[in-house]
């Protein structure tokens, strides 16, 4: 049985692209809205979005991937660390950062499940800008470094993919895009929140093999009902 999460696809969208002020963000005694994204986000974040990228790849492309591992390191004692390894039809190699950036986090800017496709291109427009004119000099900037590929995979190019959240298109329209830099170098990109945008079912349902995991540890203590 594949480790499957149905999610409500609008109210996912909603999650992490609006922000919303509760009573008690205004001085209460609780966390508030902002508070239940982080930390959701940092629970089951990476798995959300690798999941929705495996799903973009599947249902668009129709080509398979595997997540290799969930730890890319440059192979030294000190130095940057990635997110993921993954396998694409069992010959690309790509090695991945993930950034959830939402409407939630700091200077996020809500962006509403209904927006219209003037609002949709300026808000893309803001990204593309600064792949192609800030990226580079920005901390995450590390996915184009080198890192130490899985065994075996040695022998395999390893191609940088940043995954975020916010919303962004290339050119043609599409959630997936390739930004080329004047060293030659790439970066290819992938946006969550474009892709879910570009569905029309009401419900998604996607793979998430560390989510399955760690609900199932959870209720081994009880945390959630059986």
């Known amino acids: ?5 149905k999610f409500k696809r609008k109210q996912l969208i909603e999650f992490f692209d609006v922000r919303v002020k509760h009573k008690e963000d205004e001085g209460g005694d609780t966390d508030g809205r ?10 089951w974040g990476e798995d959300i979005i690798f999941g929705l990228l495996h799903h973009f790849w599947l249902h668009q492309e129709n080509c398979k991937s595997t997540i290799l591992s969930y730890s890319v390191k440059t192979g030294k004692k000190k130095g940057p660390k990635l997110d993921g390894w993954i396998l694409k039809d069992k010959e690309r190699l790509f090695q991945a950062e993930v950034k959830n950036w939402s409407a939630s986090s700091i200077d996020g800017e809500t ?3 209904s927006a219209s496709p003037e609002i949709l291109r300026e808000f893309s427009r803001g990204w ?17 470094k080198t890192m130490s590929k899985p065994e075996h995979c040695k022998n395999s190019r390893a191609t940088p993919l940043f995954c975020m959240w ?6 043609h329209g599409k959630p997936y895009c390739v930004f080329s830099f004047s060293d030659g170098r790439e970066v290819h990109v992938f946006s969550a929140s474009a892709y879910l945008r570009l569905l029309t ?8 093999p560390r989510a399955r995991r760690r609900f199932a540890l959870m209720k081994r203590m009880a945390f959630l009902p059986n």
């Open 1 to 5: 049985m594949k480790p499957v999460i």
């Open 111 to 113: 962006l509403e499940f």
């Open 201 to 208: 079912e009401q419900n998604i349902e996607i793979e998430m």
């Open 34 to 43: 902002g508070a239940d994204v982080s930390a959701i986000t940092a629970l």
């Open 166 to 171: 916010p919303y962004m298109v290339g050119r």
């Open 128 to 144: 593309q800008d600064w792949f192609e004119n800030g990226f580079l000099r920005s901390k995450a900037a590390k996915v184009m």
